[in-house]
């Protein structure tokens, strides 16, 4: 582990680094609060030893600059004092250290101490893994790998936001599978999870990278198309349909099942502040989409606004 030792007398953080370097640890030094204040940004250093008397940034100081600032990770201190008394030691834990040493200090408390810390960084990485994960699990449909509900929506508020920052055009296709309901009654659902399966592939094998791809809600997906025009809108959104209607899905008990799907397009060439609303936009495409739907099924329809 990478450690920071800040200490302005020579002598003292000598005693430590020999006693952290046996151990094998990767030790970077600083002989004031500035300098180590400096490393902390520019390494990322999550674990900090530091005197508390020294000249400028002393080491009550450097904790709280670092309490007080948005650091990538947390980052464990052990605050090192020739101040014995109980009053000091209290000062010293509320100002936001994690622990403390008091000189002079023998070299196997020193390395007891780092491992405790140690121990609270793991622990504290763990927490950070797992609390990405389950974010993660929750912005993710389990059964087609792509956006959930919550996740495309959050997405297309975004680039929302960012089409009127740029007056860019910015489109969005609401997708419907023809007849789904027959699909699951005659075949079950087993076999619909398939097709939706197989249409997400399609969907994204047939839209751009930085396309938003995310399933609405049944067999219903929204694409959310950055910088698009109505035009190629309308043009990204029949790729889809005739993608679909190129797919066919094997059945377990032999033979292929054809599936065919529906899209409505809504497309904003100029967002005038927050007037326009994501939930508007939605509401065009799912219209366009019921025009389709009435049409026959298997096409796009697209309003322009």
Do not use: C
Request: charged fraction near 25%; hydrophobic fraction near 40%.
């Amino acid at each position: 582990m990478k450690i920071l030792i800040v200490d302005d007398e020579q002598i003292e953080r000598r005693i430590v680094e020999k006693t952290l370097a046996r151990l094998g640890h990767e030790l970077v030094v600083a002989d004031n609060g500035a300098i180590a204040w400096n490393f902390i940004q520019e390494q990322q250093i999550r674990f900090v030893i530091t005197d508390w008397n020294m000249p400028g940034i002393d080491g009550i100081q450097l904790i709280q600059k670092i309490r007080s600032s948005e650091l990538d990770g947390y980052v464990y201190v052990i605050l090192v004092t020739s101040n014995d008394k109980n009053e000091d030691i209290v000062q010293g834990l509320y100002s936001g250290a994690d622990d403390y040493l008091t000189k002079p200090f023998n070299p196997a408390e020193l390395e007891a101490r780092v491992a405790v810390g140690e121990r609270v960084l793991t622990l504290e990485d763990h927490l950070v893994r797992a609390k990405n994960q389950l974010e993660k699990l929750a912005m993710v449909d389990s059964l087609t790998g792509i956006m959930n509900r919550r996740a495309i929506y959050k997405f297309a508020r975004g680039e929302l936001e960012r089409a009127r920052r740029l007056a860019d055009p910015i489109s969005v296709v609401f997708l419907d599978i023809d007849k789904f309901k027959d699909v699951n009654d005659e075949h079950g659902h087993l076999t619909g999870d398939e097709a939706l399966k197989l249409i997400t592939q399609v969907i994204k094998e047939r839209s751009r990278t930085y396309d938003g791809i995310g399933r609405w809600a049944g067999d219903e997906f929204l694409v959310v198309l950055p910088g698009t025009s109505s035009q190629d809108a309308e043009k990204a959104a029949l790729r889809i349909v005739e993608g679909i209607a190129a797919t066919k899905l094997t059945l377990p008990t032999g033979g292929v099942l054809p599936i065919h799907a529906s899209a409505g397009v809504a497309t904003i060439t100029k967002i005038s502040g927050a007037a326009t609303l994501l939930d508007d936009i939605i509401q065009l495409a799912d219209e366009a989409l019921y025009r389709a739907k009435e049409a026959g099924g298997n096409q796009a329809q697209t309003t322009r606004i």
